[in-house]
């Protein structure tokens, strides 16, 4: 009988509690987000569109078999000095909102989805949601909402169109601090246990890194199967919702300096 036992597990796939994505936004102004990108891990990398490093980086990351996606920024309430260049606007016309929008999808063309940049303005608008979405659509492409507001429509706008969305559950490193992340890291993976998935935002700095080399290891102890964020699209069949997850944090994130 032990016998038939052992035998049978070496035929008996792992079983994960809950699959992981993880983001890590603003890749494009620093030669330091190489060090990301070189980590043995299926992270998933939003790009600034028109960035000294962006085409580049998402090239590598693309060549890597890593998921890429554009980061697009949008208006918010307050701090747009930070959106750089390529900024989706709310005072734009259809035509010219949809033509800069264009022109990103030309600078990042490995990009399989796109996320919001700021936007916790331009997200809560209908109209410049539905011109988004249109395009997105053309292109068979996704939104994932950072959800720096909790009034976003992306999520309902983007059903109405028939465009896949996803949303943000944890920022990981709202306060860059070592023991912080690996606070909102242990959250991210009881999220995931609880409700099958769970996504992630984090930024190129130092201190993210250097959380992500020590814990991403730990995932497959825990349960957990870390993923690229377009196989969490809701289409997939390999995922099972337990219910609506949860939200958390709506600050807005900044360029990293």
């Known amino acids: ?15 994960f509690a ?10 494009g102004y620093k030669k330091s987000d190489r060090q990301l990108l070189n980590l043995n891990a299926a992270l998933t990398f939003a790009v600034l569109p028109h960035t000294p490093l962006g085409a580049e980086y998402a090239k590598l990351a693309a060549q890597n078999k890593r998921d890429v996606i554009i980061h697009l920024p949008m208006q918010a309430r307050q701090h747009n000095r930070l959106l750089g260049p390529g900024a989706l606007l709310t005072d734009m016309t259809k035509q010219q909102y949809q033509q800069t929008l264009i022109s990103a999808l030309e600078d990042i063309p490995y990009a399989v989805g ?7 303005l331009l997200t809560q608008m209908e109209q410049p949601m539905a011109w ?31 465009v896949n969305a996803l949303h943000r559950n944890i920022f990981l490193d709202h306060h860059r601090d070592k023991k912080q992340i690996r606070k909102q890291f242990k959250r991210l993976i ?12 984090g930024h190129p700095y130092g201190e993210t890194y250097e ?3 020590e814990q991403i290891g730990e995932l ?3 349960g957990i199967e870390l993923v690229p964020l377009s196989s969490l699209l809701p289409t997939s069949p390999v995922i099972q919702f337990a219910g609506q997850r ?12």
């Open 18 to 27: 809950g699959k992981v994505a993880i983001v890590i936004d603003d890749i």
């Open 114 to 120: 796109v996320n919001n940049h700021m936007g916790s």
């Open 132 to 162: 988004t979405m249109e395009l997105l659509r053309q292109h068979n492409m996704f939104f994932l909402d950072s959800k720096t507001t909790k009034h976003s429509k992306i999520e309902s706008v983007a059903s109405e169109w028939g």
């Open 211 to 213: 959380v992500l080399q």
């Open 220 to 222: 497959e102890a825990a």
């Open 1 to 15: 009988m032990g016998f038939i036992a052992l035998a049978l597990s070496f035929f008996v796939p792992n079983v």
């Open 190 to 201: 009881n999220i995931a246990k609880n409700y099958g998935m769970a996504i992630g935002i």
């Open 246 to 257: 949860p939200d958390y944090q709506t600050q807005e994130p900044t360029i990293s300096e």
